[in-house]
């Protein structure tokens, strides 16, 4: 299988095993809330990993709880999240080191945009950390929604997208590459074996 010039990378369960470390977070900032409640947007959160922590939280409020919440509040728990993050996440044993094989092979002959669900910033950050953000063209992420992202990356580069493709391991990933009428590959989930082209071991490309 020919790899295209041009790939779009989640980040979280893609790149990084975060998952748990995710979970932790937002039991952390949600400690004070009744369990099947939280319960409830740790099922929504595995579901659509490539939504962004904003979206979430007001999903935990608005929809969970039926409560209103201003987008102040949104923030100030999005960044004690985000400081939970950058304590746990930055550990290189975390990095999926079939991701990472391939990564390493392809990155100086293609073009590896990181889009993710997960802050922008932090992501930066963490990338720094773990010693792969050379590896990459530019590393995006939420606020602004992933299919927006990718838009916008495809617009700036002039790419084209019969030579694009997004690797995620999410519904979400998939909508997007969907979208913008870009291949996808879904990655390190089973669920998603039936859309698009489902790789089981990237390095073996």
């Known amino acids: 299988m020919s790899i295209p010039e041009v790939i779009f990378w989640d980040f979280d369960g893609v790149i990084l095993n975060s998952m748990p470390i995710r979970d932790k977070g937002f039991l952390h900032i949600f400690k004070e809330y009744p369990a099947e409640k939280v319960a409830q947007l740790l099922d929504f959160h595995h579901q659509n990993g490539g939504l962004s ?9 608005e929809k969970i709880l039926q ?9 100030v728990l999005a960044q004690e999240f985000s400081h939970i993050m950058r304590q746990e996440l930055a ?3 975390l990095l999926i080191e079939d991701s990472l094989n391939f990564i390493k092979k392809y990155h100086s002959e293609k073009k590896f945009h990181i889009v993710s669900g997960s802050d922008e910033k932090e992501l930066q950050f963490l990338c720094k ?9 530019s590393i995006h992420g939420s606020p602004t929604p992933k299919k927006e992202l990718v838009s916008r990356l ?8 019969e030579n694009c ?3 995620g391991d999410s519904i979400n990933d998939y909508e997007a590459a969907v979208q913008n009428g870009i291949n996808f590959w879904g990655y390190n989930n089973e669920k998603l074996r039936n859309l698009g082209l489902y790789i089981d071991k990237l390095s073996k490309q």
């Open 165 to 167: 493709v997004l690797i």
């Open 53 to 61: 922590r904003y979206v979430k939280i007001r999903y935990f409020y």
């Open 91 to 93: 550990n290189t044993e």
């Open 154 to 161: 495809i617009q700036a580069h002039g790419y084209s997208v």
């Open 129 to 137: 950390e773990l010693g792969i953000a050379d590896y990459f063209v």
């Open 67 to 75: 409560e209103p919440i201003s987008e102040e509040k949104v923030m």
